[in-house]
């Protein structure tokens, strides 16, 4: 990115003019002033209940249909009815889960990964109370991936399900979906797919992926606290619905999504992809709404990429330090999510030491249980140090992280 279009960018984002340094993107990003100006102008103009007769309800019932076009626009989902819409990703699994557990027969087998956040394996856990087996598909303990020979060995004609990430929260790590959906499919088992901490990153397309349903969260794609939950549309048809009995099994997305979905938050969200078609267009591309959000997320995903490789090579040269996840970002499959350990120190020192300095970095194992503990780092660290980039960080930020880590490290 051209300094002027890193400043383009930043003043987006209101809260960078503090001059803190926001490097825990993959806890929580910042949030775009034009979201909270959506956000406020729906409470502020049209806030009332929808569906009624009457202008004001009719004007706020097309504000939240909109945002639901805008975003099944921006995931590329066949169809707006796609988009269910909720309070949190794990929320949203919790909620899928439950419309599964009807369904779901006793020895129908799931696997889960022991790289993904709780999100995605404990409401499959739950579904192990209806008789379904849940298998763990378990990380390489040399190299930190999730090996599709493993995956090979754990498929089976009782596969109904597989949970995994689409990129660790932890590791970076991009993983191969559309690869792992065709082996799925070809036993006739299904795949979920939590997009969490890609989202933020990639242009997420849901079509592309070969998924059956992927999620993620607003709060780490510069919005509010408020997720989705894309399906194709006859897999959320043929589920039983979770709402009231006089909500149809056809209602599309309604059946699925209990109570009131939040309608300012909703509205605040459209304008997420109108930023991305905005940057995009101004960084030169034309073309439909989505290639120009693609264009954003690639000029985006190259300025990350050098701000990681930064702070990556300064890692590898720190003999006391060890790198969770690949060391270099290779062929953007790595996502700017850093995570690492200092030989005989807990994390939390390094980050308590860091935090005096203004900078926002995080260490604990940020719910991926499963992988923390099998790499034996919590019981010896505490979980790991994780600092997390987003596209609107600067190389100063990285260098003043350096600086700090320098000294955090001695
Ligand atoms: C990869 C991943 N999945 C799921 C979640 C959970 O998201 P939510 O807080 O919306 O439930 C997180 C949150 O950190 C995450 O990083």
């Known amino acids: 990115m051209t300094p002027s279009q890193l400043s ?9 003019a503090s001059g803190f340094v926001f490097l825990d993107n993959a806890g929580g990003s910042q949030v775009l002033g034009r979201v909270a100006d959506r956000i406020r102008d729906y409470l502020t103009t049209t806030s009332v209940q929808l569906g009624a007769s009457y202008a004001v309800s009719q004007a706020a019932s097309e504000k939240v249909l909109a945002a639901r076009r805008a975003i099944a626009e921006m995931v590329n989902a066949v169809h707006d009815e796609e988009i269910v819409m909720g309070g949190s990703t794990t929320g949203l699994m919790f909620q899928f889960t ?9 020895g129908d087998e799931i696997i889960v990964t022991e790289t993904d956040h709780e999100a995605n394996i404990g409401g499959w856990k739950r579904l192990e109370r209806f008789g379904a087996v849940v298998k763990m598909w378990k990380v390489n303990r040399e190299t930190l991936e999730l090996d599709l020979a493993e995956l090979d060995k754990l498929l089976s004609p009782r596969t109904k399900w597989v949970a995994m990430t689409w990129a660790s929260n ?7 979906v559309a690869e792992v959906a065709k082996r799925v499919h070809a036993v006739g088992g299904r795949l979920a797919v ?15 992926s070969g998924a059956d349903i992927v999620v993620f969260s607003f709060y780490k794609v510069f919005g509010p606290h408020y997720a989705l939950l894309w399906g194709r549309h006859e897999l959320l048809k043929s589920l039983p619905g979770i709402n009231h009995f006089f909500i149809g099994s056809d209602v599309l997305p309604y059946k699925l999504q209990p109570g009131n979905v939040n309608f300012e938050l909703s509205h605040g969200c459209a304008g997420i992809a109108d930023y991305l078609v905005d940057m995009g267009t101004s960084f030169g591309a034309s073309g439909s709404r989505r290639e120009r959000m693609q264009h954003a997320f690639d000029v985006f995903a190259r ?3 050098v701000l990681a490789e930064r702070l990556l090579s300064w890692l590898a040269t720190k003999t006391n330090i060890r790198v969770i996840g690949r060391p270099e970002v290779r062929d953007g499959d790595r996502m700017p999510t850093i995570s690492f350990v200092v030989h005989g120190r807990r994390s939390e020192d390094i980050v308590r030491a860091v935090d005096p300095h203004g900078i926002g970095i995080r260490f604990g194992d940020f719910y991926a249980r499963h992988l923390c503990e099998a790499l034996g780092i919590n019981a010896a660290h505490g979980g790991v140090v994780r600092v997390s980039v987003a596209h609107y960080n600067s190389m100063q930020e990285i260098d003043r992280l350096i600086s700090a880590l320098e000294s955090a490290i001695q």
């Open 170 to 176: 932890v590791l970076g790590t991009v993983n191969p």
């Open 98 to 106: 439950s419309a599964l557990s009807y369904v779901i027969q006793p």
């Open 194 to 208: 939590d997009a969490v901490a890609y989202a933020p990153h990639r242009l997420v397309d849901v079509q592309a």
């Open 8 to 16: 383009q960018v930043r003043a987006e984002f209101p809260s960078l």
């Open 303 to 305: 300025h990350e990429d």
